[in-house]
């Protein structure tokens, strides 16, 4: 029996050219992009085409020229529906067909979108197959992400199709991050059986059994240890091309995040602690396990890992805060509130100047800068106790006018305002903006870094107004919040307080009522000059950001006091449209429905809006409001 090489070679006798010829053509319309591979919408029995694929490929190794070009043209001829059969045989024992598998995959151009599919996705898919990897990387990112879940069937395709198998891993994964409402499921479940097929690539085989975990309503925590652990035998075999450490341990985390969302934390636990191995002992990857674990629910995995790394953990702030965290949500506020201490003192700013001046400028910068991101990251977490420690110390042991003590003053303040601690805003500005009105230097400092001076003069007043209503002393809240405006009168939120102001004054009423209807028609005014410069042709695209803010701008104002509220529910949602699934102009969307009086769309926009941003306070405020009218207009429906 001849070998591949020696089968070759007899094709190029001069006896046989004559018979080539077909073939060189082939392969010249391999090489120059003209052979294609289309979607097979046939709908026939996978079974059956796999059997013929099966066959066709072994058919590739035959002694007879005939045979072999047959074999080949079938396969083009069938299209997508041979791809996992031909992506196997990539590694046939038989080397010719072999080189010829993965040729075949490699060279064909795949059509990878179907006329059914939204035309969004066929945008996203249009000449996929000739990206790069990581354009494609970011094409699958850009499914993942497609409103209604748009994007799920081609996913699936992806998932099967795509020649890289870690590009089919990134799909598969995306897939199942995707959260999906209760409704969605036996949806979601037709559509990965109906594009998944038969094949036997490993990331198919997790999407086949999230399908089943979806059908039954319960993760099979014993299945996915099993696919998981194959995973990680491959990792020491020479079939470990693309495995690797981050895709095992995302797959597990994905798996794990699976089980909690179902309750089945005990599932979830085991299978991260299971794999605790997988994460490198550095910063960084540490850091960033502590943030899934976290979020995900399972605190005790971040304590495994501290247990695990103490030394590490010992030596940085941050994984510190995430272990006293951790130790918080497991009933030991103690604990957590003494490692929060600890990490507070750890890496520190000299507190003596004799100290600080043994350091270079940029050294003593970097500390800061540190401590102040440390604090910006609690902020976002909820912890606002320990980032306004992290704050003050900044501001404490520097010198007012370095830039790292303002930052750290300003970003103190707008958190403390967003707690409602009204006092505490004007005691931290104060002193920042008296040494900015005395001192021409630092002003000028100042405007160099864009910071508003007028913005932090008005926070003063508004704030100072703010806490004076806490005390009742309504007349003397007044004219601090109509010098507050004065000087921002960019700033809304001043003027919806002013309208909220309860007491009997028709004149402040009119005043405010004037007040707002200035403020809408300006704002209306430069929504039409946008609107205007967007539809002239050349127009930058990045302007429909600003078109978006100031609509936002005008719902948000009208939905809180008065005016079109049907103009204001529009313009929220043409915001949002624009930038899709930002935070901000969701919570507005919410207030907008409430002012219609559409009570659980209100509520319903709010809980996503949170879930975008949970730990912030003006929002868990309004998911306050908004629930409590939800549930007292149920009665209603």
Not at 387 to 403: F, G, N, T
């Amino acid at each position: 029996m001849l070998t591949g090489s020696e089968r070759f070679a007899a094709l190029l006798r001069p006896a046989n050219l004559r018979g080539l010829l077909p073939l060189i053509l082939i392969v010249v319309a391999l090489e120059t992009g003209t052979a294609k591979i289309g979607v097979c919408e046939t709908g026939g029995s996978l079974d059956a085409l796999g059997t013929t694929a099966d066959t066709l490929i072994e058919q590739l190794g035959s002694q007879s020229y005939a045979t072999r070009l047959r074999a080949r043209e079938s396969l083009q001829r069938m299209g997508l529906e041979a791809f996992d059969e031909l992506h196997a045989a990539q590694y046939h024992p038989d080397s010719e067909i072999a080189m010829t598998a993965r040729h075949l995959v490699s060279s064909l151009l795949v059509s990878w979108s179907k006329e059914t599919d939204p035309e969004q996705v066929r945008e996203i898919l249009h000449e996929y197959g000739a990206q790069t990897e990581d354009e494609r990387r970011a094409r699958i990112a850009m499914l993942a992400e497609l409103p209604k879940h748009e994007g799920l069937a081609a996913l699936v395709r992806l998932t099967r199709f795509e020649t890289s198998l870690a590009l089919s891993r990134v799909a598969a994964l995306s897939l199942m991050r995707q959260t999906i409402a209760e409704d969605e499921t036996a949806h979601r479940v037709e559509q990965i059986q109906l594009g998944l097929g038969q094949g036997d690539r490993a990331p198919v085989i997790w999407l086949a059994a999230y399908a089943d975990d979806l059908k039954t309503g319960v993760v099979d925590a014993k299945r996915w240890d099993k696919l998981i652990d194959q995973q990680r035998q491959q990792l020491d075999t020479a079939s470990a091309v693309q495995t690797t450490r981050p895709s095992i341990l995302e797959l597990v985390r994905v798996c794990a995040n699976q089980a909690w969302l179902r309750g089945q934390t005990d599932d979830a636990q085991q299978l991260v602690e299971k794999h605790l191995d997988l994460v490198t002992p550095t910063t960084r990857e540490l850091s960033e396990a502590c943030r899934w674990a976290i979020k995900t629910g399972l605190y005790s995995t971040v304590l495994e890992l501290r247990n695990r790394h103490t030394q590490l953990f010992d030596a940085q702030p941050m994984l510190l805060y995430s272990a006293a965290e951790a130790l918080n949500a497991s009933h030991d506020p103690e604990g957590g509130e003494a490692l929060a201490v600890r990490a507070l003192g750890t890496q520190p700013i000299p507190s003596d100047l004799e100290t600080q001046e043994k350091w270079s400028p940029n050294d003593l910068a970097e500390r800061a800068q540190s401590h102040r991101e440390i604090a910006d990251h609690l902020q976002s977490r909820g912890l606002f106790d320990w980032a306004e420690a992290e704050y003050r110390m900044i501001i404490d042991r520097l010198d007012i006018v370095s830039m790292p003590s303002t930052s750290a003053r300003i970003s103190l303040a707008q958190m403390l305002g967003d707690l409602l601690q009204h006092q505490q805003v004007v005691d931290v500005l104060t002193p920042l903006v008296n040494r900015i009105s005395s001192d021409d230097q630092f002003r000028n400092q100042l405007n160099f870094q864009h910071r508003n001076l007028d913005a932090m003069r008005s926070m003063i007043h508004w704030h100072g107004a703010l806490a004076k209503i806490e005390q009742g002393e309504i007349e003397q809240a007044k004219p601090m919040l109509e010098k507050a405006l004065r000087i921002d009168p960019t700033n809304i939120d001043i003027l919806i307080d002013m309208y909220r102001l309860e007491q009997d004054d028709p004149q402040w009423t009119q005043q405010t009522e004037t007040l707002i209807k200035m403020s809408t028609r300006d704002t209306q005014k430069l929504i039409d000059e946008r609107e205007t410069q967007l539809r002239r042709p050349g127009q930058f695209f990045g302007m429909g950001g600003s078109l978006a803010d100031l609509l936002n701008q005008y719902a948000w104002l009208v939905s809180n006091t008065q005016g079109d509220y049907a103009r204001a529910l529009r313009y929220s949602r043409r915001s949002l449209e624009l930038l899709p699934n930002e935070p901000a102009q969701l919570d507005t969307l919410a207030r907008c429905y409430y002012a219609v009086g559409d009570f659980q769309n209100a509520y319903a926009t709010q809980v996503k809006a949170v879930q975008l941003m949970p730990h912030s306070p003006p929002m868990l405020r309004q998911l306050e409001l908004l629930e409590k009218a939800a549930q007292a207009d149920l009665p209603k429906q």
